[in-house]
């Protein structure tokens, strides 16, 4: 999973990526900075501490540090800052919350409207090129009648995401890699005296208007947080009224954002968490460990978590029937542990 973090000069984008990932940074780079989480997964531990496995493996989030297109602060987007965005699977949005540099109140819901915009023109943009070829081309009949009923709500400044699309639409629509299409979540950077505050309610009531989620951080402290050692880090949230930090509450929006689940695998060699979208079949969760296993996918042996935890072991689960046996178009669920049969 990629997250893109974006938004205009000034609003700490470099300081909240340092909150999430614990990397310092030097901002204001012209390329892109890369950092890697680790999901924490009690599920993964716990299976870990049964299998005494020899490599533990949780699930990633891969954070990139786009660069700002101008130093000038709601200027249209350049192709290369948006080619960059495209490469993302979900957006971040880190919006000013506090007062510039030289005492200018935050703007936060104008900052809002005027990237959203951004993002709008650059599709609509898209759009426009590509229905100029199709409706000189035959056979493209289905594409044609979906970005010209697409056209005229981005012309209104609708983003894509707010609008009532079907599945196959949705699958349509995939090669063009629209922005206003990517999931969004809108980070309100605020001073340290409000860092255990909640969303401002028009900032709020404007991120989901266009279809988008919101919280709250104060990227500079939550960065100095970030280097603490484990014990003391939990002390500092508890005395500033946090239950949790930037980085756990992040990682939570943005499995929710992209609707993600994991499924686990274990053993002895190995147990791990396998993010997937939540609706993944088996055959195609399959897929995600290797394309092998999907090609000569047979079945898959299912227990829940839950069922493995209260049991004990997988001999104990099947006793019980609660060991499955699952086809490819099984509907892999959340803590899942599943062993895949396949032949090649």
């Given at each position: 999973m990629k997250v893109g973090l974006t938004g205009f000069p000034g609003a700490g984008k470099t300081t909240v990526f340092g909150a999430l990932t614990g990397l310092v940074t030097a901002p204001g780079g012209n390329a892109p900075s890369l950092g890697v989480i680790k999901v924490p997964d009690a599920r993964v531990d716990a299976l870990a501490g049964i299998w005494k496995p020899r490599k533990t493996t949780y699930a990633e989030i891969t954070f990139v540090d786009f660069p700002p297109a101008r130093a000038e602060r709601r200027t249209v987007l350049d192709a290369g800052t948006i080619a960059q965005l495209r490469d993302a699977d979900a957006l971040v949005e880190v919006v000013r919350g506090f007062p510039d540099v030289g005492g200018g109140a935050a703007t936060p819901v104008a900052d809002l409207d005027a990237f959203a915009a951004e993002l709008v023109l650059a599709d609509l943009g898209v759009i426009e090129k590509r229905l100029e070829r199709v409706r000189k081309e035959k056979g493209h009949e289905r594409e044609r009648a979906l970005l010209e009923?697409?056209?005229?709500?981005?012309?209104?400044?609708?983003?894509?995401?707010?609008?009532?699309?079907?599945?196959?639409?949705?699958?349509?629509?995939?090669?063009?890699?629209?922005?206003?299409?990517?999931?969004?979540?809108?980070?309100?950077?605020?001073?340290?005296?409000?860092?255990?505050?909640?969303?401002?309610?028009?900032?709020?009531?404007?991120?989901?208007?266009?279809?988008?989620?919101?919280?709250?951080?104060?990227?500079?402290?939550?960065a100095e947080i970030a280097q603490l050692d484990a014990a003391d880090r939990e002390a500092f949230l508890s005395d500033l009224g946090l239950a949790e930090s930037a980085r756990a509450r992040f990682i939570g929006a943005s499995y929710a954002l992209l609707d993600l689940i994991s499924f686990l695998t274990a053993g002895e060699d190995e147990c791990r968490a396998w993010p997937i979208r939540r609706g993944t079949t088996a055959l195609k969760a399959a897929g995600k460990i290797h394309s092998d296993i999907e090609r000569g996918f047979i079945r898959a042996e299912v227990v829940a978590y839950e069922d493995f935890i209260r049991l004990g072991s997988e001999a104990k689960c099947r006793e019980a029937g609660k060991l499955r046996l699952e086809g490819k178009d099984y509907v892999v669920r959340d803590g899942d542990i599943v062993h895949f049969r396949f032949a090649v």
């Open positions: 009923r697409l056209a005229p709500e981005l012309e209104a400044g609708k983003p894509l995401r707010t609008l009532a699309l079907a599945p196959e639409e949705r699958a349509q629509l995939a090669g063009f890699a629209f922005l206003s299409l990517r999931p969004l979540l809108v980070v309100l950077n605020v001073p340290e005296t409000d860092a255990a505050a909640p969303v401002p309610a028009d900032v709020a009531t404007r991120a989901h208007g266009q279809g988008a989620e919101a919280m709250a951080l104060s990227a500079r402290l939550e």
